[in-house]
């Protein structure tokens, strides 16, 4: 029998064509979804019980979804790395596997919060909005040197965005539920210390922490109202670690200086959003990931996952670096 694969993950269906050759010599068939950022509950059920494996991007996997899929899905292949949408205990008790690539854009991520910090801080965005509206105006920035910067979640991503800040000079909290190796905390001379802490003595503050039941909503009104009011927020993460209308009220408030969204509650973010409306807020359209290098190994590792999870042979053009 044919073994059939939902493909709904945006960042491989437009390239989907240069891996074909591969997938139908292992007699994998592709059922192509359309997707614009990921795929709902109820647009997920349309495919239930006609698909062994799922290469997905961040769909909402629930216990509902992998019942209705089960017994025949075999695996799910998330496209990246946080499977925070995907119920795992439910896919483990129907014995379906999940796969990911953990790590994969601690690069790029890395790069991107350290442009926001820049661009805060250097105000370059306003600068230039200024100039095209044909104002010749001089606005203070600072340099990274006389800036704190917290970051919460310590893990590769959080790791890439301190090593980065310490060469610019930055003085660096951070903070994380699990205990974070000696060895990398002398490397950047990071001061770990409590949520609470971070936040009342950070300038810039990068979520970099996972979407677990811990970290939902970890910032809410109660550690909003920590923040010093020249702070910035970056969220390069997920949406929901930030309870949003919390934030806008804050921003409205002008309880801190702005904030950098790469994430959102809803995504796409919808076009009435009172984040939109912030000359403070840069926001982006969940990209921090950006980088064809790091795309690309996650393109081969989703698809090694999907092949090892269908019990098939890995060809060799799927072994990872």
């Not at 997920?44 to 769909?59: K, P, R, Y």
């Not at 301190?162 to 950047?188: H, Q, S």
């Not at 290098?293 to 090694?304: G, I, K, Y």
């Not at 999907?306 to 670096?321: I, M, N």
């Amino acid at each position: 029998m044919t073994t059939r694969v939902l493909l709904s993950a945006p960042y491989m269906l437009p390239i989907i064509d240069g891996f074909r050759p591969m997938l139908d010599s292992a007699g994998i068939e592709l059922v192509l979804a359309r997707v614009e950022e990921r795929l709902t509950e109820d647009e997920l059920l349309a495919f239930a019980g006609q698909v062994d494996g799922v290469v997905c991007g961040d769909d909402v996997f629930t216990r509902r979804v992998l019942e209705a899929f089960a017994p025949r899905l075999k695996i799910v292949s998330k496209w990246g790395t946080g499977i925070d949408s995907i119920d795992l205990q439910a896919a483990k008790r129907l014995g379906i596997s999940v796969g990911n690539t953990p790590g994969a854009f601690a690069h790029p991520v890395g790069d991107s919060v350290l442009a926001y910090i820049l661009a805060f801080a250097r105000r370059g965005p306003w600068m230039d909005q200024a100039m095209k509206a044909g104002r010749w105006e001089k606005i203070p920035g600072r340099t990274l040197r006389e800036c704190t910067l917290g970051v919460v979640g310590v893990g590769n991503c959080g790791r890439e965005v301190l090593r980065r800040a310490k060469g610019f000079g930055m003085r660096l909290l951070g903070n994380d539920i699990v205990p974070i190796p000696k060895a990398f905390i002398d490397e950047v001379g990071v001061e770990m210390l409590s949520l609470e802490a971070l936040l009342e003595r950070s300038d810039f503050i990068s979520l970099n922490c996972d979407l677990n039941p811990t970290s939902f909503r970890l910032v809410n009104a109660a550690a909003l109202g920590r923040l010093r009011p020249s702070a910035i927020l970056i969220n390069v993460a997920r949406g929901s670690i930030v309870d949003e209308p919390a934030l806008i009220e804050a921003l409205r408030l002008e309880r801190l200086a702005g904030a950098a969204l790469d994430v959102f509650e809803r995504e796409p973010l919808p076009l009435d959003s009172p984040l939109r409306a912030f000359e403070n807020v840069i926001l982006a359209p969940h990209n921090a990931n950006s980088s064809p290098e790091a795309w690309a190994r996650v393109h081969r590792n989703t698809l090694r996952n999907l092949f090892l999870g269908l019990g098939l042979s890995v060809p060799a053009d799927l072994e990872t670096e």
